[in-house]
């Protein structure tokens, strides 16, 4: 599955997680460090620990499976595995760079508790 930013902002059901604008940018800009950056995807997942239950995983991985679902922003493609994307679904992929540090963060509308450090979730 491939979802552009069009199909996002006509109607269509959301894709399982969106990724924005700064996201993207530091993604890319990753990418860019890395040997075979076109055969790469990131990654995102859940698995269980953390304490709150579960907690998000980010990787660049070169391999994907064919239930996998995979979205496009620009350059860089996105892969949930099917179980995470029932957690995941409505997700957002945020990056922020400012004074109390820099990093990735997922603004997850299913998650009905998460911990302090913002890492787990239930």
Do not use: W
């Amino acid at each position: 599955m491939t979802v552009t930013e069009n199909q996002v902002n006509i109607g269509k059901k959301p894709p399982v997680i969106l990724l924005t604008p700064e996201a993207q940018t530091k993604v890319t800009e990753l990418l860019a460090d890395e040997e075979n950056a076109e055969e790469l995807v990131l990654r995102v997942a859940v698995k269980p620990g953390g304490c709150s239950g579960f907690s998000y995983d980010m990787y660049f991985d070169t391999e994907t499976a064919t239930d996998d679902i995979i979205l496009e922003y620009g350059t860089v493609k996105i892969a949930v595995d099917k179980e995470s994307s029932d957690m995941l679904k409505g997700s957002t992929l945020e990056y922020e760079d400012g004074l109390q540090g820099a990093g990735f963060h997922i603004v997850n509308p299913n998650a009905t508790r998460t911990c302090g450090c913002g890492s787990s979730f239930s």
